[in-house]
Nanobody, 111 residues
């Protein structure tokens, strides 16, 4: 069974930074593409970023230049470094594999 455990969320002021982590198990991690998606309060899911098994990365336009996705195959982990956070980044963040997501981690950006 796919297991994805996110951590690293919290409350920060605009301009602040957070680093989200996702530890995965139950599937061949190093050969898998992993994505981060988010769900703002009262809104639908929004794709944020993907890291392919090759290590190549993709970002939605609103986070490009501020967020960095990375992976450590030795630790079955994916990370999302988020800098220059804005109130519109407030959401529950999930890492996903083939659309499967679990609990998520809450990020709140507010002054």
């Amino acid at each position: 069974q796919v297991q994805l455990v996110e951590s690293g969320g919290g409350s920060v002021q605009p301009g602040g930074s957070l680093r989200l982590s996702c530890v995965a198990s139950g599937f061949p991690f190093s050969s898998s593409h992993i994505a981060w998606v988010r769900q703002p309060p009262g809104k639908g899911l929004e794709w944020v970023s993907t890291i392919r098994n090759s290590g190549s990365t993709l970002y939605t336009a609103s986070v490009k230049g501020r967020f960095t996705i990375s992976r450590d195959n030795a630790k079955n982990s994916v990370y999302l470094q988020m800098n220059d956070l804005k109130p519109e980044d407030t959401a529950t963040y999930y890492c996903t594999k083939d659309g499967v997501r679990r609990q998520g981690t809450q990020v709140t950006v507010s002054s």
